[in-house]
């Protein structure tokens, strides 16, 4: 069919080329050309329709369009950003293979050419859990030469620890050693972590379009789904207050408060195992403290973010910016501004050690006093700051059987370090200041790492020592609404039965009901010799184990370094004394019951 010039968009010219091109293409050419127009048709910014042809590039070798992305994620951060990265590379017309490291078979990682690493770094430079497997593969023996890959790694860490990004760092070191090259240069990320993700995802798309043999610079999508009003970490819901009780009883050391806060409005929704991000506010009498030892005006305006927001010198240090930690790299950024000698100093090679005795309890007021400030205006003395992270709190309600709201179990962090009174920024505005119908900044973050066994009936056994009891308290209001069948059993601890006995009446209810149906606990400070809920699983590592074997799903929750670490170490005795296994199978036991999601942690 010939292109008539009086009825098409086409000058004679351009009509007589696609007359002569259009005859000779197959049914899939002309399938795959409709599709290339319509994936590359632009709008210019006049408004007009702009189409951008590809130019191939002669190559020798024929680089693959599919991209395998990994993800090694223990909160859920670094999973939405793969999640993020899927979409914009299929919306770029890339086939994506997506993947948690623990799901993905090994042995395929020989035939990818394309290979984005998306991973976390937990605890002290430790890899998530479900890296840990990967993890171990790829640093080890069996691990294949990758000399026709194509790599890149996006890092996610917290600079205010030790080994920063180190999990990242790793993967993409050793991808290298292994014959990888990489597409694009490992971004790390601190907890603010959006736009250098952005960037990194731009840098990788626009250096696969190259390989492609493209002039185009593919741009990334947004974080889907598309929608102006959808609140999420970037736009936070005010979320009104309903509830704030303090759980524990008079005269106890410790301070735990249950806030309710209310969803309506806002279509955010959640399963148990989530948690809810809060963006607090800096104590304002600290702030005051801080602006009484700088030189600038607190009414001064700044700028607070890369979009050109403004702000008052002392509204900024108390909403925007982090003043409470002191990270590596602020302390370099500010050496390098203020020119201090002592500063320098300290951060000499060989100093390691004492510069992580220094950050260690101190603030950014500790820093001022002892270094002065830096810049020469509030503006270039805030930007060097970190933004204000988010807090993130396991939830403690199900949806199902409390429409509209959430519950979070907070514990008040107090403590002196280094001469003065210090308090956790969330926390304690959360117990001394945030009252019934104020309103905080939330969003929720979706954890698919930490979920109930699909199956109700299936038996679980969940370890929550002080605050970790949260999320079983969503567990087992979940298995209740779902009528689930399956047996349930609940190791809790604290310090005093009196005073500290989180939920009581609600355990005590759901024990009679048999919606749980076995519970032990451990007040460690009841007694003359120290009880744990370790201590507690020992008792009963018979009937434990028979659970075990029965198919239980095991779930830990609160801290690592000690609890969770602990906790550990006493389920591969367990297995190995009951099962009567080596310590090696014990262990592999235990590995194999992570492998398959019957093993899960949300340790902090």
């Given at each position: ?78 999973q ?8 914009t590379?299929?919306?770029n017309g890339?086939?994506v ?13 020989k ?10 770094t ?6 998530p859990d ?6 171990e ?17 996006l ?23 292994l ?77 735990t ?7 309506e ?12 991000g809060?963006y607090?506010?800096?104590d304002?009498v600290?702030?005051d403290?801080l602006?009484k ?8 305006v700044?700028?607070?973010?890369k ?12 909403s ?8 590596k ?9 203020s ?12 100093n390691?050690?004492?510069?992580k005795?220094?950050?260690e ?10 270094f ?12 060097i ?8 709190y ?7 059987a ?31 200041s ?24 299936t038996p679980?056994?969940?370890v929550?020592?002080g ?10 209001q979940?298995?209740?609404e ?56 020992q ?10 074997q029965?198919?239980a ?5 609160g ?46």
């Amino acid at each position: 069919m010939q292109l008539q010039v009086s009825n098409s968009p086409f000058n004679h010219e351009q009509a007589e080329l696609l007359n002569n091109l259009l005859p000779s293409l197959t049914e899939t050419q002309k399938v795959w050309l409709s599709g290339f127009l319509a994936a590359t048709l632009t709008v210019s910014d006049t408004g007009t329709a702009d189409v951008r042809v590809m130019e191939a590039q002669s190559s020798g070798k024929t680089i693959s369009k599919e991209v395998t992305i990994l993800y090694g994620s223990q909160t859920g951060n670094a999973q939405g950003l793969a999640d993020n990265a899927k979409r914009t590379l299929e919306g770029n017309g890339y086939q994506v293979t997506i993947s948690s490291m623990s799901d993905y078979k090994v042995n395929n990682l020989k035939k990818v050419q394309n290979l984005l690493i998306v991973v976390s770094t937990h605890g002290e430079g430790d890899p998530p859990d479900n890296a840990l497997s990967f993890h171990e593969f790829l640093h080890g023996r069996r691990a294949s030469r990758l000399e026709d890959l194509r790599f890149s790694v996006l890092a996610l860490g917290d600079s205010s620890y030790e080994f920063f990004c180190e999990t990242g760092k790793q993967f993409d070191r050793r991808l290298e050693e292994l014959g990888g090259t990489r597409l694009f240069p490992r971004t790390d990320c601190d907890l603010d972590y959006d736009e250098p993700a952005a960037e990194w995802l731009e840098g990788v798309i626009t250096s696969l379009s190259e390989e492609q043999g493209s002039k185009v610079t593919a741009v990334p999508t947004t974080a889907a789904p598309v929608n102006a009003h959808a609140y999420s970490r970037t736009n936070p819901f005010k979320a009104e207050v309903l509830e704030n009780i303090n759980l524990n009883g008079r005269g106890s050391n410790k301070e735990t408060h249950h806030l309710e806060l209310s969803l309506e409005g806002s279509g955010l929704t959640f399963e148990p195992g989530d948690s809810l991000g809060i963006y607090p506010q800096n104590d304002a009498v600290l702030v005051d403290m801080l602006l009484k030892e700088l030189n600038w005006e607190s009414e001064e305006v700044v700028k607070v973010n890369k979009q050109g927001d403004l702000r008052k010198f002392r509204e900024s240090l108390i909403s925007d910016f982090e003043i409470t930690v002191l990270t590596k790299s602020l302390l370099e950024q500010a050496a390098q501004l203020s020119g201090n000698e002592d500063l320098k100093a300290l951060l000499s090679p060989g100093n390691e050690e004492k510069l992580k005795e220094y950050r260690e309890g101190r603030d950014l007021l500790d820093f001022v006093l002892d270094f002065g400030s830096w810049g020469e205006s509030a503006q270039e003395f805030i930007s060097i700051l970190r933004k204000m992270p988010a807090r993130l709190y396991s939830i403690a309600n199900s949806l199902s059987a409390y429409p509209d709201e959430v519950h979070l179990t907070i514990g008040a962090v107090r403590y002196e370090s280094h001469g003065r009174e210090r308090k956790g920024v969330c926390s304690i505005l959360c117990a001394d200041s945030i009252l019934q119908g104020d309103t905080l900044p939330v969003y929720i973050q979706h954890n698919q790492n930490f979920k109930q066994p699909k199956n109700p009936d299936t038996p679980i056994i969940m370890v929550g020592p002080g605050t970790g009891i949260a999320p079983f308290r969503s567990f087992i209001q979940e298995r209740e609404e779902m009528n689930g069948k399956g047996k349930t059993w609940l190791f809790f601890g604290d310090q005093h039965f009196v005073t500290d006995f989180l939920y009581q009446t609600e355990w005590q209810k759901w024990l009679k009901t048999g919606v749980l149906s076995k519970m032990d606990v451990a007040f460690s400070r009841d007694t003359d010799e120290k009880v744990y809920v370790q201590h507690r699983m020992q008792e009963q590592s018979r009937e434990l184990y028979e659970w075990l074997q029965e198919g239980a799903a095991l779930y830990i929750c609160g801290d690592e370094k000690n609890m969770a670490h602990d906790v550990h170490n006493t389920l591969i005795e367990i297995i190995e004394k009951e099962g009567q296994m080596s310590h090696a199978d014990a262990q592999a036991y235990l590995d194999e019951m992570q492998q398959n999601k019957r093993y899960q942690r949300d340790v902090y």
